[in-house]
């Protein structure tokens, strides 16, 4: 029983570099989301989705993409990477909007 | 106003003393409340989760909310070493089906 998953666990890119966070889930979640954590910012949500082929922008959308074709999948790509992207990044699932969402063991991504 | 507040700490506690972590929000509307731990370099963990008025006891774990007064704690019994880390509330703000966190409060159980 994986839970979810996400690779790779250490990415260290360039500038301008396009980049691609893997999530999946085993638990058949609708809602999948991306966060992002820096200090003195904490966590902070840049893209969800409430099923397959549904996403919407949180509150950091800037730089980044995703999609999701199937429910156990949810990918997060950085188009042209920057520094300021530099950060731990997670993905997290959970049945509903409204209910508790388990998270995955993040990956920390250094844009050098 | 941030929408999640919560005390950055840290909150320094003996062994076996209670810890008490505090947690207010900005939006009336909201309906859950959870909150997660969170060890140096891993993921959150979820430790509880509240949807109304009143105490919800787990274990040494005992979350406290208040929807009059915008208000969610988090009681930690027996404090142990383990127990040190940092502790994040999250809140389901209104209709959107999403969570906003605390920037968290870093417990520290001491010997």
């Known amino acids: 029983d994986a839970g979810i998953t996400q690779s790779p666990r250490y990415k260290i890119t360039e500038t301008g570099r396009q980049v691609t966070l893997m999530c999946h889930q085993t638990?058949?979640?609708?809602?999948m989301f991306w966060y992002r954590q820096d200090l003195g910012h904490g966590l902070r949500l840049i893209y969800y989705s409430a099923a397959a082929d549904i996403t919407d922008k949180g509150e950091v959308p800037d730089g980044y993409v995703v999609s999701r074709s199937k429910t156990e999948n949810f990918p997060l790509t950085l188009e042209s990477a920057t520094r300021s992207q530099t950060s731990v990044y997670f993905c997290a699932s959970s049945e509903t909007g409204y209910m508790e969402q388990f998270f995955g063991p993040g990956t920390r991504l250094t844009v050098l | 106003q941030k929408e999640v507040e919560q005390n950055s700490g840290p909150l320094s506690v003996p062994e076996g003393a209670i810890a008490s972590l505090n947690c207010t929000y900005s939006d009336r509307g909201s309906q859950s409340f959870f909150w997660y731990r969170q060890y140096s370099g891993k993921s959150p963990e979820l430790i509880m989760s509240i949807y109304s008025n009143g105490d919800k006891e787990d274990g040494r774990f005992t979350a406290q909310l208040n929807k009059a007064s915008q208000y969610v704690s988090l009681l930690i019994r027996d404090s142990q070493p383990s127990d040190s880390a940092t502790y994040l509330c999250?809140?389901?703000?209104?209709?959107?089906?999403?969570?906003?966190f605390g920037t968290g409060t870093r417990l520290q159980v001491t010997l």
């Open positions: 638990w058949s979640h609708s809602y």
């Open positions: 999250a809140v389901n703000t209104g209709t959107a089906s999403k969570l906003t």
